[in-house]
């Protein structure tokens, strides 16, 4: 990968002083596709389990936060770079949505719990740990804490098995 890199940086040097510039161009427009393809992922498994699960919220909302930056430095430039603004917005509104699937999945069905028990004069939940264990903001329905936002499709597939380690 990183020979991969090298070719197409030096690649890129030369057509770009040759004054050819498609090359770059599609090298912006390849990274955004498949940014957004990462992205777009997520919101499958949002339809398929009607819920927002293994998303961190903190890292969606940096990476949403550097496409607002990255656009407000475009608007800045002396020459609009269209194609720059149509790349940030772009992922800048997927994550939004995400935001939204999490509002709508997420919390508004625990705020109506947490209210329904607050209406119904139950005390708050004690963490004393006799009852057993509690939880305290969105529960993510029985996912367990190692998934992260970088989970891959391909760990998913059924049949993968662990690496055997060799001695």
């Known amino acids: ?6 070719a197409l940086i030096v690649g890129l ?5 040759r004054h050819v510039e498609w090359p ?7 990274s955004a596709v498949l940014l957004g393809a990462g992205v777009l992922r997520h919101y499958w498994d949002i339809w398929v389990h009607r819920t927002v699960r293994g998303i961190s919220f903190l890292f969606v909302g940096i990476d949403a936060a550097g496409d607002v930056f990255s656009l407000v430095s475009i608007l800045f430039q002396p020459t609009l770079d269209i194609l720059g603004i149509v790349i940030y917005a772009t ?12 509002g709508y999945y997420n919390f508004i069905p625990w705020m109506r719990k947490w209210l329904a028990r607050r ?14 264990p509690t939880t305290t903001g969105i529960a993510l329905h029985g996912t367990p804490s190692s998934t992260s936002v970088f989970r891959t499709a391909s760990s998913e597939l059924a049949g993968m098995r662990p690496r055997a380690v060799q001695t």
């Open 13 to 17: 040097r030369i057509l770009k002083n």
């Open 91 to 102: 992922e800048f509104v997927l994550w939004c949505g995400i935001f939204l699937c999490g």
């Open 1 to 6: 990968m990183a020979g991969i890199q090298a």
């Open 24 to 30: 770059m161009t599609l090298m912006a427009v390849l």
């Open 119 to 132: 209406s119904a004069g139950d005390p708050p939940s004690s963490s004393s740990g006799s009852e057993g």
